[in-house]
């Protein structure tokens, strides 16, 4: 059973920063890509950044140059540096992995930005 933990999370006012984590059960060499995507209230579910399993990364438009996507490969843990934060930002955000045929998602950190 594959298992991913979101965690760092949390309420920071506009311009400021936060690091999300999400720490895999398995060695994260075992999926093709790892990504994190977001949900605000009452819209659907978007992406935010992904990185594959060779390191590349992608970005949603609304997130470049603000948001860096990394892993560590020997923590098994895939990393989401937010930086510049806006209050379009809030949302629940979901780690997310990806191999042949199968697809799973962490249980959401609540990332909330006001003043």
């Known amino acids: 059973q594959v298992q991913l933990v979101e965690s760092g999370g949390g309420l920071v006012q506009p311009g400021g920063s936060l690091t999300l984590s999400c720490a895999a059960s398995?060695?994260?060499?075992?999926?093709?890509?790892m990504g994190w995507y977001r949900q605000a209230p009452g819209k659907d579910r978007e992406l935010v950044a992904t990185?594959?399993?060779?390191?590349?990364?992608n970005y949603a438009d609304s997130v470049k140059g603000r948001f860096t996507i990394s892993r560590h490969n020997a923590k098994k843990t895939v990393y989401l540096q937010m930086d510049s934060l806006k209050p379009e930002d809030t949302a629940v955000y979901y780690c997310?992995?990806?191999?042949?045929?199968?697809?799973?998602w962490g249980q959401g950190t609540q990332v909330t930005v006001s003043s």
């Open positions: 398995l060695s994260i060499f075992s999926f093709n890509a």
């Open positions: 990185i594959t399993s060779t390191g590349s990364p």
């Open positions: 997310n992995a990806d191999r042949i045929m199968e697809t799973y």
